[in-house]
């Protein structure tokens, strides 16, 4: 679920600054790529100016379809449900008591992947409008994904240190986010809707 995974991503910041796992597992001692190539000069062409054309009229606004109470029953439950998320995985990382080993991070991580699953499940048991059926398979769909992109993370931290692997994989995650984000903000649940700036400064 998307606010379960805007702390995921925090999660992956702590692994990166709290796992002592060798600067090459992130690329640390990698050399500094070369420099870019500045761009050639370009020569600018003096031309004399030509008679604007007058603006042309802008068409007039599309009428906004009101919301149904059906559709509107779902974006509060939506919303709901998000703040809910957020507010389970701040607890979950508050009673974390060995977040800055590896073996603890992994179990943190064990325990937000489990929840997420917890909550999508609840997400796509919502009665849902007709009217969004289209846009919820669509979202079930991204769930799927989202939920083996966490499957496979959870298997790379039970087979190595090396964080390569997972943090390729939490880019994947990533654009799954942006892409439920869209969805659910597009059926008008705002509530739960992605901040990646504020997401980056979180410190627990």
């Known amino acids: ?20 796992y060798g600067g090459n597992a992130i690329g640390a001692w990698d050399p500094l790529p070369p420099a870019p190539t500045p761009p050639p000069a370009v020569k600018v062409h003096h031309t004399k100016p030509t ?3 007058p603006p042309e009229t802008a068409p007039a606004p599309a009428p906004v379809r009101r919301k149904t109470p059906a559709e509107k029953a779902w ?21 974390a008591t060995d977040a800055g080993s590896f073996s603890g991070s992994v179990a943190l991580f064990e325990r937000i992947r489990s929840y997420n ?6 997400f796509l048991a919502q009665k849902v409008p007709a009217s969004y059926r289209p846009q919820i398979a669509k979202l079930r769909v991204l769930f799927a994904k989202e939920e083996h992109i966490f499957d496979l993370m959870h298997q790379t931290l039970q087979r ?3 964080m390569k ?6 880019d994947q995650l990533t654009y799954v986010a942006l892409d439920e984000t869209d969805l659910i903000s597009n059926l008008g649940a705002y509530g739960c809707d992605v901040d990646l700036p504020s997401l980056f400064g979180v410190h627990y």
């Not at 699953?117 to 609840?122: A, L, S």
């Open 117 to 122: 699953k917890e909550m999508n499940d609840r």
């Open 75 to 95: 974006v509060r439950s939506a919303n709901g449900l998000c703040r809910e998320s957020r507010s389970g995985v701040q607890t979950i990382v508050a009673q």
């Open 1 to 20: 679920m998307l606010r379960i995974l805007l702390y995921v991503a925090a999660l992956i910041c702590l692994f990166g600054g709290s796992i002592v």
């Open 160 to 162: 190595t240190r090396n």
């Open 51 to 53: 008679k604007s054309k």
């Open 165 to 170: 692997p997972f943090f390729r994989l939490s």
